[in-house]
């Protein structure tokens, strides 16, 4: 105690960091419970690279990928976790990647400054906006990486933006983000959105200190800061390799 009180706000530091080590060991301690099979990444990785060529790929790559999910698979959503700030060579391609967005429930990503630095980009533009709730703090940015203009307006598109701690670790993440008095979603709460209802606006009210789904009730619990913990008790979605999905490979029941 005395060395807490002479060391002040650092004790307090030093407490506070102590503490979530503590709760890091927690998930090692705990069961571990299944994801079910309503959420896959498909991975771009080594094999992946190393079958259909180095990264990055053509944005037509992309959008086979895209439609492939969509026409041979039936899957309900696809987030897509990669950003295209910029236009490509061929804008062409770029509005028909657009397009894609209002054809299949596609959700684009973009990014949020955390800091005092501004990272806007004048060739991008911010899409998926909402009112934000009542009651709550809510993060606020400064600036953003958006989806390029040659993509034209995007329906859909939720943040990537890492919530990392002081030890360099991801214990939490940002469900909404606030630029201009507009708050906009994670990429994981806009494929929720999109899941649920891919033609109404939905909404994130805050009730009983949580934000609640207006259609579908879901209840997502945060702290006071707006920020939402996550549950590492929860086993990872399985993965798959990109390539799999390129030469139809994943059982057509998947």
């Not at 598109?157 to 630029?179: M, N, T, W």
């Amino acid at each position: 105690m005395i060395l807490y009180l002479s060391l002040g706000y650092l004790g307090q530091g030093m407490i506070h960091s102590w503490r979530e080590r503590l709760n890091d060991t927690q998930w090692l301690i705990l069961p571990q419970k299944e994801t079910g099979d309503s959420v896959v990444i498909v991975d771009i990785d080594d094999i992946s690279l190393g079958v259909i060529g180095n990264w990055p790929w053509p944005r037509q790559r992309i959008i086979e990928l895209v439609e492939k999910l969509f026409k041979d698979y039936q899957t309900s959503t696809v987030g897509l976790d990669i950003l295209y700030a910029e236009p490509s060579a061929n804008t062409s391609v770029d509005e028909y990647f657009g397009s894609l967005g209002y054809k299949y429930p596609l959700v684009f990503s973009q990014v949020f400054s955390l800091s005092d630095n501004s990272t806007n980009t004048t060739e991008a533009v911010l899409s998926g906006g909402m009112n934000c709730p009542v009651g709550i703090n809510i993060q606020d940015s400064n600036g953003y990486v958006g989806i390029s203009k040659s993509f034209g307006n995007i329906p859909h598109a939720g943040h990537i933006s890492p919530k990392v701690d002081a030890d360099g670790l991801i214990r939490s993440f940002i469900p909404l983000i606030k630029y201009n008095g507009v708050c906009y979603p994670s990429l994981a709460l806009s494929m929720f959105d999109v899941t649920i209802d891919n033609k109404k606006e939905s909404k994130w009210l805050l009730k009983n200190g949580k934000l609640v789904h207006s259609q579908s009730e879901a209840v997502l619990p945060i702290d006071n800061s707006g920020v939402s913990r996550l549950n590492f008790t929860i086993k990872p979605a399985p993965q798959y390799s990109a390539n799999l999905v390129f030469d139809n490979s994943l059982p057509k029941e998947f």
